[in-house]
């Protein structure tokens, strides 16, 4: 069973930075892709970055060039580093850790809003 713990949410104004982490229970072994997914009320839930065991990433098209997600296997921690942040950006972020077989966890969540 893997356990997902967010931190680095918090109220920040249009424009500014927040670097989220995900620290996880277990080794990152290359068989874990991590992600990171947001859910704004009213909408439904959807892939803001994801980075392989191989260490290729994936990110949502209103986020490139803005983000970067990064992993430091050794850590069991993911990072989301967000700058420019943006009223719609506001949501609550998840950490996701998928297993190679498709099983997968979530993190709880934390809180982002962007104030403008």
């Known amino acids: 069973q893997v356990q997902l713990a967010e931190s680095g949410g918090g109220l920040v104004q249009s424009g500014e930075s927040l670097r989220l982490s995900c620290t996880a229970n277990?080794?990152?072994?290359?068989?874990?892709?991590m992600g990171w997914y947001r859910q704004a009320p009213g909408k439904q839930r959807e892939l803001v970055a994801a980075i392989a065991g191989g260490g290729s990433t994936d990110y949502g098209e209103s986020v490139k060039g803005r983000f970067t997600i990064s992993r430091d296997n050794a850590q069991r921690t993911v990072y989301l580093q967000m700058n420019s942040l943006k009223p719609e950006d506001t949501a609550s972020y998840y950490c996701?850790?998928?297993?190679?077989?498709?099983?997968?966890?979530w993190g709880e969540g934390t809180l982002v809003t962007v104030s403008s």
């Open positions: 996701n850790c998928r297993r190679i077989d498709g099983v997968q966890w």
């Open positions: 277990v080794t990152l072994l290359g068989i874990y892709t």
